[in-house]
C-alpha cells in the first residue's frame, strides 16, 4: 500500500522493508501504522507532534492510502478516528501534509474540517543537509 500510494502521488520507490521494519519496530520507534480490514483495504502511518505556539501535543498522519476499490466507503475517516484512539501522548490536534493538486483528498479533508496552516512544508535532504556547518 505505501508503494501504492508513492505511484499514486507520482513518486518513486518507498523504503525497504528493512529500514521501514527498523524505524517503526525496532529498540526506538519513530512511528505507528495501522491497516484496515482483511484483506488490507487502507493504511494509515504517523507519530507525534508538537506545537510550541499552543504548547500542545499532536499528531502528523504521515501517509494515509485506501484501496481505489475501497474509497468512498468511509475507511480513511474510520483510520483518522483510529490514530486518535491508538496514539499514547494525549494528542490534541491533527496535521497532515495533502497535495493542491490532489483535489478530491482536498475536498475530503474539507468535509472533515481540516484548515489549511497557510505555509508550505520544505525539505533540506542529500548534500545541502550534509553541507550544514
Known sequence: MLQALSDHD???TVASEASLQLHGFGPRPLYSALIAGEPPRGMVIYYPDFSTHRGEPGVYVQDIYVDPAARG???AQQLLAAVLQHQ???AKYMTLGVSPDNLVANRFYDRLGFRHR????LILDGDHLKALP
Open 88 to 90: 499514547t501522548w494525549g
Open 10 to 12: 507520482g513518486g518513486g
Open 73 to 75: 466507503s468511509g475507511v
Open 118 to 121: 497557510g505555509y508550505d512544508f
